[in-house]
């Protein structure tokens, strides 16, 4: 960071039109009422906001572009993140020269100058004091759900919490069944969450029964069609009959895109 941030602030996805340029004023729309919703700033181009598919240009493309539609510099953290150390100096460069003054990196992670030598002589250390911190949490972990496979098809997202913790995004099993993609999952999971959190300061009663509640509401669609794609595809004939229709008639399969997708979530979104 060029300077420290203070308050709450939210890294924000980076919404796309449909040429794949970035959509300025929609980015713009959703950071403004992130601050009338009581947020101190906003972080773009990080890893939620998939940075490292932007070039420099189009970053600071995106920040003037916030700033032309009345978001205040001094509200606005940008990530560096890039493989090429110059090209993080070059955005950081025009950032400040905008009036930023947060920038996000990420460590390094290609240097041709670095060497499997170096790499092991700074890794070492810090795994081996990784590890003993990590034996020594996992002596106090208590396992709420049975292990299961994390990958498309094969999701049961079950586990909500216990009394004094809730659960949300990875830690809650929250991967997209039908495309492997976690992302509306984790941001909606931690809306839900965050609901059974002040829900549970409010009344004193554990959040997690509550949390699992609301899961089973937003969720139990794509979880009921995930049970009934597995099973079919655990059939070769039913996959061979299901492609044979589908040759002839692509309702069914248009539909599942639209599932996949959440397509009416986005236009509903959209129209909002």
Same mark, same amino acid.
């Given at each position: 960071?060029?300077?420290?941030?203070?308050?709450?602030?939210a890294?924000?996805?980076?919404?796309?039109?449909?040429?794949?340029?970035?959509?300025?004023a929609?980015?713009?729309?959703?950071?403004?009422?992130?601050?009338?919703?009581?947020?101190?700033?906003?972080?773009?181009?990080g890893?939620?906001?998939?940075?490292t598919?932007?070039?420099v240009? %189009?970053?600071i493309?995106?920040?003037?572009?916030?700033?032309?539609?009345?978001?205040p510099?001094?509200?606005?953290?940008?990530?560096g993140?890039?493989?090429?150390i110059?090209d993080?100096?070059?955005?950081?460069?025009?950032?400040l020269?905008?009036?930023?003054?947060?920038?996000?990196?990420?460590?390094?992670?290609?240097?041709?100058?670095v060497?499997?030598?170096h790499?092991?002589?700074?890794?070492?250390?810090?795994?081996?004091?990784?590890?003993?911190?990590?034996?020594?949490?996992?002596?106090?972990?208590?396992?709420?759900?049975?292990?299961?496979?994390?990958?498309?098809?094969a999701?049961?997202?079950r586990?909500?919490?216990?009394?004094?913790?809730?659960?949300?995004?990875?830690?809650?099993?929250?991967?997209?069944?039908?495309t492997?993609?976690?992302?509306?999952?984790?941001?909606?999971?931690?809306?839900?969450a965050?609901?059974?959190?002040?829900?549970?300061?409010?009344?004193g009663?554990?959040?997690?029964?509550r949390?699992a509640?609301?899961?089973?509401?937003?969720?139990?669609?794509k979880w009921?069609?995930?049970r009934?794609?597995?099973?079919?595809?655990?059939?070769?004939?039913?996959?061979?009959?299901?492609?044979l229709?589908?040759?002839?008639?692509?309702g069914?399969?248009?539909?599942?895109?639209?599932?996949a997708?959440?397509?009416?979530?986005?236009?509903?979104? %959209?129209?909002?």
């Amino acid at each position: 960071m060029t300077a420290p941030i203070k308050g709450f602030w939210a890294a924000t996805p980076t919404p796309l039109k449909a040429d794949g340029t970035v959509d300025d004023a929609s980015l713009a729309r959703h950071s403004l009422g992130l601050f009338k919703q009581g947020l101190d700033g906003v972080v773009v181009f990080g890893t939620t906001g998939e940075g490292t598919s932007f070039n420099v240009a %189009e970053r600071i493309a995106t920040v003037e572009g916030l700033l032309k539609a009345g978001v205040p510099a001094s509200k606005i953290g940008l990530g560096g993140g890039f493989p090429a150390i110059t090209d993080s100096i070059a955005l950081t460069r025009a950032a400040l020269s905008l009036g930023l003054n947060h920038v996000l990196y990420l460590p390094p992670f290609f240097d041709r100058s670095v060497t499997p030598g170096h790499r092991g002589r700074g890794y070492r250390p810090a795994m081996t004091k990784r590890a003993h911190r990590l034996r020594q949490i996992d002596a106090r972990a208590t396992q709420l759900s049975p292990v299961t496979v994390l990958g498309p098809l094969a999701v049961n997202a079950r586990a909500a919490g216990c009394p004094g913790l809730l659960l949300a995004g990875d830690a809650a099993g929250f991967v997209d069944p039908m495309t492997g993609d976690g992302l509306r999952f984790a941001l909606r999971g931690g809306e839900l969450a965050a609901h059974a959190a002040l829900d549970e300061l409010a009344s004193g009663r554990p959040g997690y029964a509550r949390l699992a509640a609301l899961r089973r509401r937003e969720f139990s669609g794509k979880w009921r069609i995930n049970r009934a794609l597995r099973v079919m595809v655990g059939s070769p004939g039913a996959v061979g009959l299901a492609s044979l229709v589908s040759s002839w008639w692509s309702g069914p399969v248009e539909y599942l895109i639209q599932l996949a997708g959440d397509v009416g979530l986005a236009r509903r979104y %959209e129209r909002a």
